[in-house]
C-alpha cells in the first residue's frame, strides 16, 4: 500500500512532516482537582487528576515523596469495535505504566511527601497515537490541579513507511506494521523522558525519526503553553483581576 503518493500526500492529506490538528480544553471535568481534553485530528482523551490527597493505602506511604498512580482505560465506544477490551487487560496495565513513569519524570514529588495523587485517562475516541494523547492530556490536567512540575512533558509519535519519515501517524499509518517510535520530551529542558519503538530502524534513519518526533513534541508544548495562557487569563477576569 502506497502511504505516500508521488506528490508528497499522505492518504489524509498532509505532508510527512505535517502534524494532525490539535485542540485541547482545561476543565473538562467539574469534579476533579484538575482535568483536561486533548485532541490529535480524530483521536480525543480526556483525563482527570485528583490530589495531592492522603495516600488510600497507608502501607504504599512514602515520607520523601509523593506517591503518582495512574489508570488508562478506553471507553467501549471509543474503536467502533465490538469486542470490548476488559478493564485491566495487559495492554492497558502497560499504558498506565508508561503514562506513570513520564509524568514521574516531571512532577517534583518531594515537594508533596506523604501524599497521593491520582491520574485517569480515558480514551474516548481512537485513531493513533493515543498514548501521545493521554500523556499530553495528563500534563495538562496536572497543570490545570496546580501540581508543581520541573517542565511540561509533551508526547509525540514519528514513523516510517514508503521510505519516508512521517510525523505524528493516524491510525491507517500505525496498523501498517511499520517502525514507528512514541516519544515523551521535556522541551525546556530539553530531555526524553519516553522512548517507544516497533520495529527496528537502523541507526540513521532512527535519528531522523526521533527528531522529527521531538520536533512535533516541541510543537505541542507551544500550544500548551497558549492553551495555559488563555485559561490563566480567564480565571483572572472571572476573578476580576
Known sequence: MEFVSPEGLRLDGRRPMEMRQIRAEIGAVAKADGSATFEMGNTKVVAAVYGPREVQNKSQQNNDQALVRCEYSM???????????????????????????????????????????????????????????????ATLALADAGIPMRDLVTSCSAGYLNSTPLLDLNYVEDSAGGPDVTVGFLPKLDKVTLFQMDSKLPIDILDNVMQLAIEGCKAVANYMREILLENTKELEYRRGV
Not at 498506565?96 to 495523587?117: D, F, G, K, N, W
Request: net charge positive.
Open 75 to 137: 471507553a467501549t465506544f471509543s474503536t467502533g469495535d465490538s469486542r470490548r477490551k476488559p478493564k485491566g487487560d495487559r495492554r492497558s496495565t502497560e499504558i498506565s505504566l508508561v503514562i506513570r513513569q513520564t509524568m514521574e519524570a516531571c512532577i517534583m514529588t518531594h515537594l508533596m511527601p506523604r501524599s497521593q495523587i491520582d491520574i485517569y485517562v480515558q480514551v474516548l475516541q481512537a485513531d493513533g497515537g493515543t498514548r501521545s494523547a493521554c500523556i499530553n492530556a
